[in-house]
């Protein structure tokens, strides 16, 4: 035998500590101890694991395969903009554009759609959308029947209710395309449909957006006649007022403001015009007062006599002037210049009266026509006043007519452009991908549902592992070991595979002597012999509850620590039922222990050194006609091999199971020490119990237990 059985949990590795009954440390929960629990249930996780496997390939290689088919349409937000203005105003926001999409994505999955593909596509008579006339379409159809309260379903209903089941419609994020999915039975009908239910939805968009556009000029023509109503009643109120009111308007403006405005610039000119003829009158009316003609005359009363008569007259001064100067004022020609001087004088001041008559006369006439002006002012003035009053209503009049005459002419425009839509397709949809036919069929391979189904029956089987050994009553820890059996927990060894060619017990201590095995036994060599090996203990007895806890293992291994350290070791099998150490050390043993217990053979004929060449052992030898009731007792044993081997310092005994107090009592008093081999899962609390009672029924005996678990490599 190589190593322990595999079927045990997994612990880590106990120090080396020399204490008496030192409380070895108790290993972590690791992956070993997973892998031990699998182990144990290995069935369960290999049956359920088969049965999900098989569940999973009846359905993938019984199953019905669908194909689908995708055909893409883009839906614009903004719209197409044939015209100024749309009958539907378009998106201008992002959150807008995306809720239009959603919109338009159940309009194209909506009854209405669907139901002109099927009738379109003659769904109705399609056995995949209305059901066959099988066994279990006419169990179905019962069972609806009953549910239905016996009501049959239309064919066309029944198939608009399936194909609403195999459409999907989707939208990529960040995208305006909608990705129309239909699943069938058949490829090239899966893209028919998809293409149909593309086809109907943009042609529906089209008439709806049309019919849209006619309603819509319907109403706004059926309110025109209205409207012109309403404008012509407000557009004859105006010009009723008008009448009654006397208000006339030329050229965009009333006929009085027009008159009252001319007036003022009348008035401007005639005041204009009364004023140069008073300055000319002051003017005339000044150099007459004054009589000095040698001043210059202002140029508004000059004229070509006054002109003459001036150069006349200065023409008669400079001669007299001249005269002076040789003749005598009485002097005939003096008298003459003097007279010809009066007379030019006389002339002027004559013309000059006749120009102040006529200035004043053209005065008189400018300040008339002044006050005839300002007099015509005021008239038109009253008129105003009394105009502006009656502007108030007229403007409110004119409002209101306006107001009509907008609505109606908008109304018209509207209506006229409404009428055009009609026949122009402005949908913001439009088809991007046409579906083809699939190559493949929806949905994961059969063998990939198969080992799903096979991950799915092993993770369900382990947790059923994990269920039933947290449910288990069996000994899986140090700490249930103590609770139970009210023993101290010697050691605990992780047992390793070993690689040793050798057959037989695997040697860990003289394998790896720093191995956590190796450490292990020596921990439990210590517990058991705190005081070396001239102590009190001298003899040993290993025994365990059931088989397969390996108890002839730790013997083995403890009896070669001893040996390793130079102390003689005997080692004793025990075992009447397994004799698991004479088969496995000793090559066809004749004679052994019972056979020197009887007093058939003697020790030193029995007695066979281990291959290893440190360990004596004493097989079993024969049990054939052995006597149990009288023969084996603790004296004779004692007597027997104990007392014989005074050289030996450690005898160490592969005893019976524990479970058979018979059987196990003689070893038990016979020897100074009794450890209890415990397998992780391999016993129930109830054997472990009645073990751990028949060791300790012998008072004055160290007794103990140690905990055996499988560590992974």
């Known amino acids: 035998m190589n190593s322990f059985p595999p079927n045990s949990q997994m612990a880590l590795p106990v120090a080396h500590m020399p204490q008496v009954y030192a409380e070895p440390r108790t290993p972590a929960f690791g992956i070993g101890d997973v892998i031990s629990i699998l182990m144990r249930h290995r069935r369960t996780v290999v049956v359920t694991a088969l049965i999900f496997a098989t569940i999973a390939a009846v359905y993938a290689f019984g199953r019905e395969r669908n194909y689908v088919a995708m055909s893409r349409i883009l839906i614009n937000p903004r719209g197409l903009q044939v015209v100024d203005r749309e009958i539907t105003p378009t998106s201008e926001t992002n959150d807008g554009g995306i809720a239009m999409v959603e919109s338009q994505m159940r309009v194209m999955t909506s009854n209405d759609v669907l139901a002109k593909v099927v009738a379109r596509e003659h769904l109705g008579e399609d056995r995949e959308f209305v059901g066959g006339g099988g066994a279990l379409s006419a169990i ?164 070509q006599t006054i002109t003459r008569l001036r150069d006349r007259y200065g023409a008669a001064v400079q001669r007299r002037e001249a005269l002076s100067a040789q003749l005598l004022p009485s002097h005939p020609r003096m008298q003459a210049a003097k007279a010809e001087i009066d007379s030019a004088r006389r002339q002027i001041v004559g013309e000059l009266n006749r120009i102040a008559a006529a200035t004043e006369a053209d005065y008189e006439r400018a300040r008339a026509h002044e006050d005839k002006v300002r007099a015509r002012i005021e008239t038109l003035k009253s008129g105003t006043h009394r105009t502006n009053d009656a502007m108030v209503r007229l403007r409110e009049l004119q409002r209101d007519a306006d107001a009509k005459r907008a609505v109606y002419e908008a109304f018209l425009v509207r209506a006229r452009e409404l009428s055009e839509q009609r026949q122009v397709d402005t949908t913001a949809a439009r088809i991007v991908s046409r579906a083809i036919v699939p190559m493949r ?183 054939s006609g052995f006597d149990w009731s009288s023969s084996l007792t603790a004296d004779k044993i004692k007597n027997a091999v104990m007392r014989r081997l005074p050289d030996v310092s450690l005898i160490v005994i592969d005893g019976p199971i524990g479970g058979r107090s018979d059987a196990l009592a003689p070893f038990s008093e016979s020897a100074d020490a009794s450890c209890l081999v415990i397998r992780s899962g391999e016993v129930d609390e109830a054997t472990l119990k009645r073990s751990a009672e028949n060791l300790r029924a012998r008072p004055g005996k160290r007794n103990g237990s140690v905990f055996v678990v499988d560590a992974a490599e």
């Open 140 to 303: 179905t159809g019962f069972l609806g029947s009953l549910a239905g309260g016996g009501r049959s379903i239309q064919p066309d209903i029944k198939a608009l209710y399936n194909l609403q089941e195999a459409v999907r419609a989707q939208r990529p994020k960040r995208s305006y395309i909608v990705e129309l999915n239909v699943k069938t039975k058949d490829g090239a009908k899966s893209a028919r449909l998809a293409n149909a239910i593309a086809d109907v939805y943009i042609n529906s968009e089209a008439d709806a957006q049309s019919g849209l556009a006619g309603r819509a000029s319907e109403m706004l023509t059926g309110r025109l006649d209205e409207l012109r109503r309403q404008l012509s009643a407000a557009e004859e109120a105006v010009e009723t007022y008008k009448f009654e009111n006397n208000i006339v308007t030329s050229t965009g403006s009333l006929i009085n403001e027009q008159e009252l405005s001319q007036a003022n610039q009348l008035l401007t000119q005639a005041s204009n015009q009364t004023a140069t003829a008073l300055s000319k009158l002051e003017q005339v009316r000044r150099i007459k007062n004054t009589g000095d003609m040698s001043q210059p005359l202002p140029e508004a009363i000059t004229s």
């Open 441 to 623: 069929p929806d949905g994961p391979g059969s063998i990939l549902i198969v080992l799903l189904g096979l991950f799915a029956g092993a993770g369900v089987g382990t947790m059923l592992a994990f269920g039933r050994e947290a449910l288990s009553t069996r000994i899986s820890s140090p700490e249930q070991i103590s609770q139970i059996s009210n023993l101290p927990l010697l050691a605990s060894i992780p047992i390793y595979p070993t690689h040793s060619s050798d057959e037989g017990l695997p040697e860990f201590v003289a394998d790896d002597p720093l191995s956590p095995t190796a450490l292990a036994i020596g921990d439990l060599l210590e517990n058991l012999r705190p005081y070396g090996p001239g102590g009190d203990v001298k003899t040993v007895l290993v025994t365990s509850p059931g088989l397969n806890h390996g108890k002839t293992t730790v013997a083995f291994n403890l009896a070669l620590a001893a040996a390793r350290r130079g102390e003689k070791v005997l080692l004793v099998d025990g075992d009447a039922t397994r004799r698991t150490l004479s088969a496995l050390r000793v090559d066809d043993p004749e004679i052994g222990f019972f056979d020197v217990v009887n007093g058939r053979a003697r020790l030193q004929d029995a007695l066979v050194l281990d291959p290893g060449g440190l360990v004596m052992i004493l097989p079993a030898g024969r049990t």
